[in-house]
């Protein structure tokens, strides 16, 4: 079943203390956004905003950004054989009071499922990946901004 009109994948990945920049180092991939904990919040047009120090370290990267040729499990599946290199790296960052996180923006007109399989659901335990979901309806997508890779939750 594939209704969707496209999906956005973006990998996205907080911790307490980690350097941001680190992070895409040691993935081999470049982050959409990044900022580590103890920076200063700033405002959309870059301004600091002082006493106010990013209690976390986030990292996104956007993966995908496509319409449904391309299922979204063969996405899930190449991003998750890239990041089983990696496992030592992410087992570390989880241990450690981090989380990573597939974030799925769906983009629907109608009625629509997505299948994940048992087999790539093992892999993204083993590897400590959460999996989120977010849906949008074709009436939901005036004035959405989902282009930054999710919503900054840090």
């Excluded at 956005?8 to 040691?26: F, K, T, Y």
């Excluded at 190449?78 to 030592?88: D, F, G, M, S, V």
């Excluded at 799925?104 to 993204?124: N, T």
Aim: include cysteine; hydrophobic fraction near 45%.
């Amino acid at each position: 079943m594939n209704e969707l009109l496209r999906y956005q994948l973006s990998l996205r990945i907080s911790h307490p203390s980690i350097a941001a920049d680190m992070i895409g180092q040691e993935l081999g991939l470049v982050p959409l956004h990044a900022y580590t904990a103890g920076d200063e919040k700033r405002t959309p047009k870059g301004t600091a905003i002082r006493g106010k120090p990013r209690k976390m370290t986030f990292w996104v990267s956007k993966i995908a950004d496509t319409d449904a040729s391309t299922s979204l499990e063969d996405a899930l599946l190449t991003l998750t054989r890239k990041l089983a290199t990696r496992q030592a790296f992410l087992a570390e960052l989880v241990a450690s009071g981090g989380r990573v996180e597939y974030f799925v923006g769906l983009f629907v007109d109608r009625c629509a499922g997505v299948e994940i399989s048992s087999a790539l659901m093992v892999q993204l335990v083993k590897l400590g990946i959460d999996l989120s979901f977010d849906v949008y309806g074709v009436d939901d997508l005036a004035g959405v901004g989902v282009k930054d890779g999710g919503v900054d939750r840090g």
